[in-house]
């Protein structure tokens, strides 16, 4: 089992930068996908980018791809979002997820997918 924790939301003007963070106990994060998901209010959590448990693939949502970058390091047990370019609409509480795997190339984009989550980080642009 492992236990989730966002860091690094905040305030931002658009066309500003982020880097979220998500902390993980256990000495099992490198078993686990990982993913960021957000939801703005009044809508319902969306996929924003999956990692898998080596870091060695990853996907992006559309919407995010080209600005977002999500990375691991499994010495830290800490999974990454780096958000440039940032937009009003990217307003949201981010959450991570996690799925345990055995060396699964394959990641995850579905809300069901993922057995952990965090408690969320809000972000916020401002136009």
């Known amino acids: 089992q492992v236990q989730l924790v966002e860091s690094g939301g905040g305030l931002v003007q658009a066309g500003g930068s982020l880097r979220l963070s998500c902390a ?8 686990y996908n990982m993913g960021w998901f957000r939801q703005a209010p009044g809508k319902e959590r969306e996929f924003v980018a999956a990692i898998n448990w080596s870091g060695g693939n990853t996907y992006y949502a559309d919407s ?8 691991r390091d ?10 440039n370019s940032l937009k009003p609409e990217d307003t949201a509480v981010y ?6 795997v055995i060396e699964s190339i394959v ?8 057995n952990y989550w965090g408690q969320g980080t809000q972000v ?4």
């Open 24 to 31: 993980a106990s256990g000495r099992t994060f490198s078993s």
């Open 64 to 71: 995010v791809k080209g600005r977002f970058t999500i990375s």
């Open 74 to 83: 499994n010495a830290k047990n800490t999974m990454y979002l780096q958000m």
């Open 95 to 100: 959450y991570c997820a996690g799925r345990r």
């Open 107 to 114: 990641v995850q984009t579905t809300v069901s997918a993922y």
């Open 124 to 127: 916020t642009v401002s136009s």
